[in-house]
């Protein structure tokens, strides 16, 4: 799992499944973890997405991890991503997994830091 920290001198990431613009790579699990900093929260822009519909996803969820249902918000495959999602806490984790046939292009997403007076919106 990698991780990513977004504060006041890193407002925004951008994170690229391996080899966009180019096809990713068969039969991946990657996990990415981005925490913001305390009474902050998380915005992350899809700018772009094609994935192997019903095989291949990219799931977003807010808590711990992915290793619980519980903690998943949403999963998208094909070209069905959303234009954003902001979390609901300062914690954020993204998880891609692909099969053995075939690969497109991938996910392009920019992470925003998000300030506000409660952690709320």
């Not at 890193?10 to 990657?30: G, V």
């Not at 291949?56 to 903690?71: H, T």
Request: hydrophobic share 40%; charged share 15%; proline share 5%.
């Amino acid at each position: 799992m990698s991780r990513i920290s977004l504060n006041n001198a890193t407002k925004d990431f951008t994170l690229m499944s391996p080899n966009h613009p180019s096809a990713y790579f068969n039969l991946m699990e990657c996990t990415w973890f981005v925490a913001a900093e305390p009474l902050h929260l998380i915005r992350a822009r899809f700018l772009a997405f094609e994935t192997d519909t019903d095989y291949d996803f990219l799931i977003v969820g807010f808590g711990p991890g992915p290793w619980d249902s519980i903690w998943v918000f949403d999963a998208w495959t094909g070209t069905s991503a959303p234009s954003q999602v902001i979390s609901s806490s300062n914690v954020m984790w993204v998880h891609f997994s692909s099969n053995y046939e075939y690969a497109y292009s991938g996910f392009k997403i920019v992470f925003i830091l998000e300030e506000t007076t409660n952690g709320r919106y």
